[in-house]
T-cell receptor
Framework: AQKVTQAQTEISVVEKEDVTLDCVYE???????LFWYKQPPSGELVFLIR??????QNEISGRYSWNFQKSTSSFNFTITASQVVDSAVYFC???????????FGQGTELSVKP | EAGVAQSPRYKIIEKRQSVAFWCNPI?????LYWYQQILGQGPKLLIQ????????DSQLPKDRFSAERLKGVDSTLKIQPAKLEDSAVYLC??????????FGPGTRLTVL
């Protein structure tokens, strides 16, 4: 069965701190896709990144970085030097079929205080 | 490029009433998804369309929910009759084949 677990329900940091959001997934497929989405208070889900199971290279985009480790079935997300605008709910998701349904975790609510 | 459009943004109804939500995907996106997001949870897929055909509706409560995508563009999701547990945000998303999904702003449904 497919499952995504985000154990951290809420995280609160002070601006400029680094923060890591954890994501652990379960799947029996050898080919799958992992995603991170951001949901600000406005409610719209914003796509951040997609990785396929064959690409374990870590990725950095500005203050955002992602660490994909197949050995531990984890796809963690780090925000460096957090800012108040980073406050949102972040969702990790799994898809076993390219273009198929997304299976979301419960989400982690990040609060960045000035 | 215009994003995914949804209407209405908010809807309040009483239980046993009917309600319909509308979604207009990004132009050219063949795949359209409807997700249900209950407060405090991640979105859950209700139905996926490829053009005007259904790809996956395994989690759609078919006794009360229905959806259609006429002409492979706009889509409508209907609930009849609504129950209290249907209170949620209904998100529509679209994608080009095999690419990431882009989400609309959602419709927040409250069933009293």
């Amino acid at each position: 069965a497919q499952k995504v677990t985000q154990a951290q329900t809420e995280i609160s940091v002070v601006e400029k701190e680094d923060v890591t959001l954890d994501c652990v997934y379960e799947t029996r497929d050898t080919t799958y896709y992992l995603f991170w989405y951001k949901q600000p208070p406005s409610g719209e889900l914003v796509f951040l990144i997609r990785r396929n199971s064959f690409d374990e290279q870590n990725e950095i985009s500005g203050r955002y970085s992602w660490n994909f480790q197949k050995s531990t079935s984890s796809f963690n997300f780090t925000i460096t030097a957090s800012q108040v605008v980073d406050s949102a709910v972040y969702f990790c998701a799994l898809s076993e079929v390219q273009g198929g349904k997304l299976i979301f975790g419960q989400g982690t609510e990040l609060s960045v205080k000035p | 490029e215009a994003g995914v459009a949804q209407s209405p943004r908010y809807k309040i109804i009483e239980k046993r009433q009917s309600v319909a939500f509308w979604c207009n995907p990004i132009s050219g996106h063949a795949t359209l998804y409807w997700y249900q997001q209950i407060l405090g949870q991640g979105p859950k897929l209700l139905i996926q369309f490829q053009n005007n055909g259904v790809v996956d509706d395994s989690q759609l409560p078919k006794d009360r929910f229905s959806a259609e995508r006429l002409k492979g563009v706009d889509s409508t999701l209907k609930i009849q009759p609504a129950k209290l547990e249907d209170s949620a945000v209904y998100l529509c998303a679209s994608s080009l084949a095999h690419n990431e999904q882009f989400f609309g702003p959602g419709t927040r449904l409250t069933v009293l």
